[in-house]
């Protein structure tokens, strides 16, 4: 199975500052396509999980553009350019392109 | 409005089954491959299985591959997943999930709410 690590494991983190959270694969996630199957979730307390980013850094419908992807081949990055209080909770990683899916061990996302 | 709501979770005994529906409504769910992934207390997300748009091709995840069975009913706009077998190590919310895009490689769009599943004597 392709493993996802996740790094940090839990970020704290002012409003207003940015957010940071990395992601690396043990395979290379491009397809031959030149599509790279990488997704980022958000899991807000109590809630189930969100889509925010696909394919690596696009953007998914009515995600707000504080939220960014980045990486290519086995390392990827999520970053928030601003962290606001409603972006409290647990950020996934999940890669497609290869049997089983799977996820990052999640990042928990604290407000200071 | 796009939604999937989960039902059929509960207690079950190890060894025991269990039959977990997916209501889906808003948009035309014969058109999309579906997946259920699980989440066990205070733990990461899971993927479990994978069904095509008409029903055929399941896939597995291994833990489950030979206990759980993924299927849909267009008529009844529902997903479905019958675990037998059951082991403690099963007892997760089970989230059902809209695959995005049209490739297999794709996101998950769309989540349900979760349905807890709790094997234990």
């Known amino acids: 199975d392709v493993l996802m690590t996740q790094t940090p494991l839990s970020l704290s983190v002012t409003p207003g500052q940015p957010a940071s959270i990395s992601c690396k694969s043990s395979?290379?996630?491009?397809?031959?396509?030149?599509?790279?199957?990488v997704s980022w979730y958000l899991q807000r307390p109590g809630q189930s999980p969100q889509l925010l980013v696909y394919e690596v850094s696009n953007r998914f419908s009515g995600v707000a553009d504080r939220f960014s992807g980045s990486g290519s081949g086995t390392d990827f990055t999520l970053k928030i350019s601003r962290v606001e209080t409603e972006d409290v909770g647990v950020y996934s990683c999940?890669?497609?392109?290869?049997?089983?899916?799977?996820f990052g061990q999640g990042t928990k996302l604290e407000i200071k | 409005e796009v939604q999937l709501v989960e039902s059929g979770g509960g207690l079950a005994q190890p060894g025991g089954s269990l039959r977990l529906s997916c209501a889906a409504s808003g948009f035309t769910f014969s058109g999309y491959w579906m997946h259920w992934v699980r989440q066990a207390p205070g733990k990461g997300l899971v993927w479990v299985s994978r069904?095509?748009?008409?029903?055929?091709?399941?896939v597995y995840a291994d833990s489950v591959k030979g206990r759980f069975t993924i299927s849909r009913d267009s008529a009844k706009n529902t997903l479905f997943l019958q675990m037998d077998s059951l082991r403690a190590e099963d007892t997760a919310v089970y989230f059902c999930?809209?695959?995005?895009?049209?490739?297999?490689?794709?996101?998950?769009?769309?989540w349900g709410q979760g349905t807890m599943v709790t094997v234990s004597s």
């Open positions: 395979h290379n996630l491009l397809y031959s396509n030149g599509k790279t199957y």
């Open positions: 069904v095509n748009p008409d029903g055929s091709g399941p």
């Open positions: 999930a809209r695959h995005y895009g049209d490739s297999v490689w794709g996101p998950f769009d769309i």
């Open positions: 999940m890669q497609g392109l290869h049997l089983p899916y799977t």
